[in-house]
Structures are given as C-alpha cells and as structure tokens.
C-alpha cells in the first residue's frame, strides 16, 4: 500500500491581511524549525485570502521556507467576464501549491454547487494546483444518520468527469459542518466512520490504488488536544484547520502531533 504524507494545512478564513501574513509565516516557520520539524515527514501548508499571496510567496521564497501556501477559492474560469473571479493561472504564478474547493462557507453562503465545484476542481487540476475538496454534512443529516450518504454524494459530484489519473492528485477534507468553529470535534470513530467511506467510493469510482494515494483529511475544530488521536485512525491523513491556524505556536503544535508518544 502506498505510504501517504500527512499534511496539516491552516485556512485562515477571512483574517489577516498581508502585513499580518507576514509575520503569521515567519512566527510558523520559525517555530517549526525550532521544533526541528521534519516537513518531509508533515507537509504544512497555510490557506490564505488572495491578498496575502503575493507577500507569502516573497517570505517564502526568500527565507526558503518548508511551509506551502495556497488559496481558499479559485475560479472556475481561466479568463474573461467574470468580475471577481481569480484565475487558477494567476495562483499557479503565485507559486500556490493548495487551493481550498467547495468548502461548506462556500456553498451556504455563495451557493456553491456539486458542479461549481467539480468545475473548480477540474480547473485547479488543469493549471497544476492541488485542489483540497471539501465536503461534510450538517447536523440535521448527522442526526438523520444520512451522514455518509449525503457525504459521499457530494464526493461523487466534485469528481465527476475526473480522470484516475487526475482524482489521484487531489485531497479531500471531511469538515462536518456542525463541528466547524463550534468547538465541537468529531470525535475519532465518527470521523474515520466517514472517512474510511470516502476511501471505499475512491476505489469503487476508480480502483484501490487512488484510494491509497489519495489523502483524505478530518476538519473541524481540531487543536492539538485532539490531532494526537485523530491521526491514529487508519484513514485519516491530516487535519484542515480553522481558528486554531490563527495561533502560529498551536498550529505549530498541531503540525507536530507525531512527535506525541
Ligand atoms: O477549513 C477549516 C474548517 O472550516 C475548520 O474550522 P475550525 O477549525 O475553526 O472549526
């Protein structure tokens, strides 16, 4: 089976500009390297707003960084009249590695669909971008008990028309959506319950060996408190992390679960 890197990737929503991102980069770096983490072992990455890209990849590139760094939307779209789109070529100059797709702010509050964000997916894979594609059920679903049917529905739809070759490239992240700033984490067993589902529809849409490659992480108020026993579940390869990804020194903690006896 193939041996999977972890990735820990901050999203820092709608919060810091690009001075703040400035010093946010240089205080994770550097407690990282303090903490002589090994980012070939954990890949970090932080999911900032557009306006911060720019300076990041300047702090990254001249201190070279371990950290990665990515966006939380992309366009559909390469080019043409879409006002206020971004384009997944202007990221791919940007030397953006990750780009969030179809999280669950993106489809309540800006109408995201199944297939706006297979598009995005598809258009992030065509311009060399990983695109971490997120999905997860609200609390009305969990308490129908629907929760894996409805997830697994929104995994069919961001991959359809994706190639083996393509569906391996990607992430997927599994943010129940009642567990996002709530506090509230999902504990171990309810998210390798889903996770592990996930898994099960990569090789039945393709076949085992995308289901092996393909990381698949749990987000959802996760903090250092709780990534120790998340990562021991056999499905769950990282964490997308929100308001804990504010806080350079806790994130930085979160990154370095393995080092956690
Ligand atoms: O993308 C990150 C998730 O929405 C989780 O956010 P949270 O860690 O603040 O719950």
Redesign the pocket.
């Known amino acids: 089976m193939a041996t999977r890197t972890p990735l820990i ?3 820092w ?1 709608l919060n810091l500009d690009h001075l703040e991102a400035v010093h946010q980069v240089q205080k994770l770096d550097f407690t990282l390297k303090d903490a002589k983490h090994d980012y070939s072992a954990v890949e970090v990455a932080v ?1 900032a707003p557009f306006t911060d890209l720019r300076s990041i990849q300047t702090v990254v590139d001249a201190d070279k960084m371990g950290v990665k760094y990515g966006a ?1 939307d992309v366009s559909q779209h390469v080019s043409g009249a879409y006002t206020g789109e971004i384009s997944p070529v202007f990221l791919a100059k940007l030397g953006v590695t990750f780009v ?1 797709v179809g ?3 993106r489809r309540q509050y800006h109408g995201e669909t199944d297939e706006i964000v297979a598009a995005k997916t598809k258009a992030a894979l065509d311009h060399d971008l990983t695109p971490i594609v ?1 999905v997860g059920e609200g609390l009305d679903i969990r308490k129908a008990g629907e929760h894996v049917a409805y997830t697994l529905a929104q995994v069919d739809g961001a991959l359809a028309g994706l190639s083996a070759e393509e569906a391996a490239k990607i992430v997927i ?1 599994y ?1 129940p959506v009642w ?5 509230e ?1 999902a504990t171990p067993a309810d998210a390798q319950e889903v996770i592990g589902a996930i898994r099960g529809r990569l090789a039945e849409l393709y076949d085992q060996s995308v289901a092996d490659v393909v990381r698949v992480l749990y ?5 250092s408190s709780s990534i120790v026993e998340l990562m021991a579940e056999k499905d769950i390869d990282g ?7 504010l806080d350079p020194e806790e994130f930085a903690r979160i990154a370095s679960f393995y080092k956690v006896a």
Request: charged share 15%.
């Open positions: 990737a901050g999203n929503k999911l939380q969030a999280h669950s702010e997120c992240a943010e567990a996002i700033g709530t506090g984490v987000g959802g108020s996760v903090k964490g997308l992390v929100g308001g804990a990804s």
